[in-house]
């Protein structure tokens, strides 16, 4: 219990009165008022009551950022490296792919350099 300004023990209420709730219903139709869409309804929404505690919330807060936070990172995780036997298989590819564009160059110059003997002819 609270001491008032005069002195006297103050009891706190532990109910809401239903001009309370008629206050508070007001209030939030002028906030929706202010806020409200064309398309929106004209009656302000309810206040949806949820019976969980405020630790019950938190935690589903929590959890739901967690399940977030993994997901952005799961796909990452499932990538694995490459094993020897791909990395040699890719490196013989590459080899292969370098003999190939250096026979094509020296292929080109042979081309040239006959060219340019029957031209001299």
Known sequence: ??????????????FVTEAELDERRKRRQEEWEKVRKPEDPEEC????????????????QKDRKQQEYEEQFKF???VRGLDEDETNFLDEVSRQQELIEKQRR????????????????
Not at 1 to 14: S, T
Not at 45 to 60: A, G, K, T
């Open 45 to 60: 929404p309810e206040e949806v009551y949820d019976p969980r505690s405020l630790y019950e919330r938190l935690q589903e």
């Open 1 to 14: 219990m609270d001491a008032g300004d005069d002195g006297n023990l103050v009891i706190k209420k532990r």
């Open 106 to 121: 020296e292929e080109e110059l042979k081309e040239l350099k006959e060219y340019r003997i029957s031209f001299v002819l």
């Open 76 to 78: 990452k995780n499932m």
